[in-house]
């Protein structure tokens, strides 16, 4: 009988090991195989497999996986090559949810309430708390939560009341211990299963009821390396009736080892099942030969992993990017460069939703966030919130609102009982309410009551509450007042407002006791905020007032406080960005932490902040789990891999920052800067991915003129740089930018003048409202174009002609405006000290409100932050005023000469395990120009002898260092599970039954 449709298709697009690991025979199959290698792929075709050719019934196949969107990408895979719905059948979903409709339909049998809850983290939480609080206990709630959770994890159940403690364990222990029995009382008590119970009495069920999973005929586990030792229990049991299993993994993307996974796991299934059939998938599909180069370079400093061949079946490709940047902000416009960049050069072959943006931590998207936004690219945030949005920051936000606005009643209703103060959602709404119905503001309401009145209808009737409410106003009022004596020449300090808040309101310890699993991440963005600020004031500063010029005969209200410009400019950035997000099929750039990126690929992928104390995270207590974290960033990459170090931080406090520990051995390797978009190197991108490049004629008809068609805006040495201003004698406040712009031959003037010293050119124009992004940010860093600059250079020498009469000097900048130039918008910015570029420039307005009050009042960290680092300039590289791209085409770089022998030398990476290529195989044109080029070494000599990436063939001598020694005398079978982990995956070669 021939195999259905579904399974003929699936085999075609199957490879010779991952069709024998779909069609395998064994009850138990391990498929262990480095990224890329179509693992899941193989997964969801053995799936179908069992289904469709083997007559399994979906009902009886249970398929778990490790994350809710693995979940849903496997039905959908499932369902379409199954079809009919029946996908909808199989028992699929993350180990939770498995779990849950086990206990919900047999759950009873172990005496639980069929009618159970689920405790979720905020839950559990608060259970602990109050039980902490109420037995008096020392331990920390959101630490005993974790023990708690690690015990359950392990399948450890809480001492049973009246056994004595053993004497060696100390309080602490002891105390923990209690605090677990009370948990799970009160957990029993209100019928509610945490999300570790749900494995644990599942695990219970089907051990006293093995008849629950008497029908299942088959179990699969995606991601198997990220089990933890309840989950793999679960498999078991799942699976006792025929134990088949299947799993598939890579140990070297055991990322989540904070949540119990247990990497040893593997050593189990070996141990426990030793007829497993083992089958390793040794082809790439996904990357470039010189990301996967670079990747392995990266996992292979872990020498206690257990060695994989991963051959890819792509090209070369391009080199892959280091950049050092000086600064975080400069970093996040670098990337943002590049993404225009990459796009145009490709004739729009990528958009971009081909772009991935992948963060260690979600706090360091706000640099990133603010560079997208200015530069008007949407985009959107995988596994965590925009930075804005955060609740911390949401918090932190409506208290400034109020201060600004006492009136703000929905502000000041958020934030009543945040942190928690007992006032009720009833008493908050009632207030509102009456507060709305009497057109007065809620926070004069709450001062009637808290006063003493007794106008207010609503009642604040419990003493409690009032004494509250009104502990909150005097708190506002504390900060309004302060607010106020600006006025009065008492100038107060946006930082030093925010400093107060945080400690007044004890907001550290607000989010340790409110989110106990990721306190440290929501602190580190309340930092970010403060740095924000600190950049908003120095930009102040830098820049002056952002107001509009001086109409003769209009009178202008000068914005005197400086909260309500910072509160609008985040406003009106954060509405910008909900703008792009609402366009319905716009493409987007993905920022994603990288647990969140697991599973997932993109074409190009950058991986800022790469320094230590971010990856390895400075709180990591696992330096090979971080490792491989950076190893699934670099795998995600299809065609174009970009990693960057910004020489300072991003946490407001200046300091310098060390390049990431796993990448200083290998730097070398890497491009210092962003790859020539030539011919050859977008025809192997396009060939990477399967695209067709338009037509060399058509990208350059389609480039804007002036375009950036070289990483050249930042140079490739900061430190250089700024060592080069030290030597000349310059400010190194102002950064590299002097020194670097200085070398450059101007704009306008004549070739070689040096710059005189100038008043800073400001910015004299209105906006308009056709870019809003610009015109929200404008105070803010950030890329500039070419043509951009020249808008501005045209306004500047508008303005210069500001002392006629201010219609007619409006008159003249418009008109000086090419028909193909919108409004020239905010986002050129001067500095002090910076040369205008006009030939006569005009004299800058002197703000209404200067800045520098509000610097001397930034706390010192702070203050060293905004002074330390380059007041960004307009990044414009001036020789670009000799392009005319437009006319002519790019003239395609000179390749150095290569020798014949250099190409045999280069030919082959020598981790891959396939057989010498013959010569003339592999297309010169198809190599990337970087990585030809001088300046660029070869792949790293691998510090190992290559027997050790070259376990594929059973053949391989032994003794040369690469084969798996067996001891004389030892069978297979006595191997000790863990030795045959170590041992490389049977080989293809090999002749299996
Ligand atoms: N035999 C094949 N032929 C062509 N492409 C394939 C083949 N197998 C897998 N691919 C492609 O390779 C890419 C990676 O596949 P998949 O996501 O299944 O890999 P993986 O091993 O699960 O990766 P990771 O572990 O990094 O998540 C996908 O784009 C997939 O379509």
Redesign the pocket.
């Known amino acids: 009988m021939s195999p259905p449709a579904a399974t003929n298709d699936i085999f075609k697009?199957?490879?010779e090991a991952?069709s024998r690991a779909v069609r395998s025979n064994a009850d138990t199959v391990a498929i262990l195989?480095?990224?890329?290698?179509?693992?899941?792929?193989?997964l969801t075709s053995r799936v179908v497999y069992l289904v469709d050719t083997l007559g399994y019934q979906p009902q009886d196949v249970i398929v778990a996986t490790f994350t809710v969107k693995a979940a849903r990408e496997m039905t959908e895979r499932i369902g379409k090559a199954l079809g009919q719905g029946r996908e909808k059948k199989i028992i699929l979903g993350t180990f939770h949810s498995v779990a849950r409709r086990y206990l919900a339909a047999y759950g009873q049998r172990i005496g639980l309430n069929q009618k159970f809850g689920i405790a979720d983290d905020g839950d559990s939480r608060g259970i602990i708390s109050r039980i902490c609080k109420r037995l008096q206990l020392t331990v920390d709630p959101p630490m005993a939560r974790a023990w708690i959770s690690k015990k359950k994890a392990k399948g450890t159940e809480p001492e049973p009341n009246g056994k004595k403690q053993a004497p060696a364990k100390g309080v602490h222990v002891q105390e923990l211990e209690t605090c677990y029995k009370e948990y799970q009382s009160h957990l029993e008590r209100s019928n509610l299963l945490d999300y570790d119970d749900l494995l644990v009495r599942c695990v219970e069920l089907l051990t006293k009821h093995p008849s629950c999973v008497s029908n299942v005929q088959a179990v699969l586990i995606d991601e198997y390396q990220d089990t933890n030792g309840v989950q793999y229990e679960l498999m078991k049991l799942f699976a006792q009736a025929r134990h088949r299993i299947t799993i598939?993994g890579?140990p070297d993307?055991s990322i989540y080892g904070w949540r119990s996974a247990e990497i040893r796991n593997l050593w189990r299934l070996l141990r426990d099942f030793p007829g497993t059939e083992e089958v390793s998938?040794e082809?790439n599909?996904?990357s470039s030969q010189s990301i996967l180069d670079m990747s392995l370079t990266v996992i292979q400093q872990d020498t206690k992993r257990y060695k994989k061949a991963l051959r890819p079946i792509h090209n070369k490709g391009t080199r892959p990017v280091l950049r050092r940047l000086k600064t975080s902000a400069m970093e996040a416009d670098w990337v943002v460069s590049e993404i225009r960049r990459a796009i145009m050069m490709s004739g729009e072959m990528m958009t971009h939703n081909d772009i991935a943006i992948l963060l260690r931590s979600a706090s360091l998207s706000r640099h990133i966030e603010h560079a997208l936004g200015k530069a008007g690219v949407a985009y959107k945030m995988v596994g965590g919130f925009k930075f804005y949005e955060r609740m911390e920051i949401k918090v932190l936000l409506d208290y400034l609102r109020v201060v600004h606005q006492p009136e703000n009643n929905d502000a000041l209703a958020r934030i009543m009982n945040v942190p928690k103060r007992g006032i009720g959602d009833v008493t908050i709404k009632a207030l509102v309410e009456e507060a709305e119905k009497s057109s007065t503001s809620l926070f004069s309401l709450l001062d009637k009551h808290c006063c003493g009145g007794r106008q207010a209808k609503t009642r604040i009737t419990k003493q409690a509450e009032q004494k509250i409410s009104a502990d909150l106003l005097r708190l506002l009022k504390g900060i309004r007042k302060r607010v106020d004596e600006i006025s009065q020449g008492t100038p107060f300090g946006l930082i030093e407002m925010i400093e107060q808040l945080l400690t007044q309101l004890k907001f550290q310890k607000f989010l340790q006791d409110t989110y106990a699993d990721d306190h440290e991440q929501r602190w580190a963005n309340v930092q970010e905020f403060m740095g924000l600020a600190a950049d908003f004031i120095r930009d102040l500063d830098r820049i002056g007032d952002d107001g509009l010029p001086e109409i003769e005969g209009l009178q202008q209200s000068k914005e005197v406080d400086v909260l309500p410009k910072f509160l609008s400019q985040i406003a009106l950035a954060s509405d910008t960005l909900k703008d792009d997000e609402t366009q319905q099929n716009k493409a987007m750039v993905t920022i994603s932490t990288i647990h969140a990126a697991?599973?997932?690929?993109w074409p190009i992928v950058f991986v800022p902040a790469a320094y230590t104390g971010s990856i390895p995270h400075a709180r990591a207590e696992d330096n090979d789990e971080e490792r491989r974290l950076l190893y699934?960033a670099m795998?995600?990459a299809q065609a174009l891999l970009y990693l960057s170090c910004p020489l300072y931080g991003s946490h407001g406090n200046g300091e310098k920052q060390e390049l990431s520990s796993f990448l200083t051995p290998i730097e070398r390797y890497f491009a210092k800067k962003g790859p020539c978009f030539d011919r050859p190197v977008m025809s192997e991108v396009a060939r990477i991915l399967q695209r067709s490049l338009p037509s060399e004629d058509s990208i350059y008809k389609s480039m804007p003129p002036m375009s950036v068609v070289e990483d050249d805006l930042f140079p490739e040495d900061p430190e250089q740089a700024i060592r080069e201003v030290r030597k000349a004698g310059g400010a190194v406040e102002g950064g590299y930018q002097e020194s670097y712009r200085a070398k450059r031959p101007r704009l306008y003037g004549p070739a070689g003048e040096t710059a005189p010293q100038e008043e800073p050119w400001r910015k004299d124009y209105a906006t308009t409202m056709e870019q809003t992004s610009s015109f929200t940010v404008s105070t803010l860093p950030g890329f500039v174009s070419a043509g951009t600059a020249q808008a501005a250079l045209a306004a500047a020498a508008a303005s210069a002609k500001a002392k006629q009469p201010a219609q007619n000097a409006m008159k003249t900048s418009a008109n000086k405006r090419p028909p193909d130039q919108r409004s020239i918008m905010g986002f050129v910015k001067s500095a002090p000290g910076q040369t205008s570029t006009s030939s006569n420039p005009p004299t800058a307005p002197v703000p209404a409100h200067s800045a520098m009050s509000n610097m001397q009042y930034l706390p010192p960290k702070l203050a060293a932050r905004a002074t330390a680092y380059a007041p960004p300039r307009p990044a414009i590289e001036p020789s670009l005023s000799k392009h005319r791209l437009a006319a002519t085409k790019m003239a395609r770089p000179v390749l150095p000469k290569r020798e014949e022998a250099d190409f045999a030398s280069k030919q082959y990476n020598c981790f891959s395990s396939s057989p010498t290529k013959p010569p003339g195989d592999e297309n010169p044109s198809a190599i990337a120009q970087s990585t030809l080029s001088e300046e660029n070494e070869p792949p790293p000599e691998p510090t190992r002898p290559a027997g050790s990436f070259h376990n594929t063939t059973c053949n391989m001598p032994k003794g040369l260092g690469g084969g798996f020694r067996r001891p004389a005398g030892l069978g297979r079978e006595s191997i000790a599970p863990m030795d045959r982990l170590r041992k490389p995956f049977k080989p293809l070669t090999m002749n299996r039954p």
């Open positions: 697009s199957l490879n991952q195989a480095g990224p890329g290698s179509g693992k899941t792929h193989t598939v890579d993307q998938l082809e599909y996904r697991k599973g997932l690929e699934v795998t995600r």
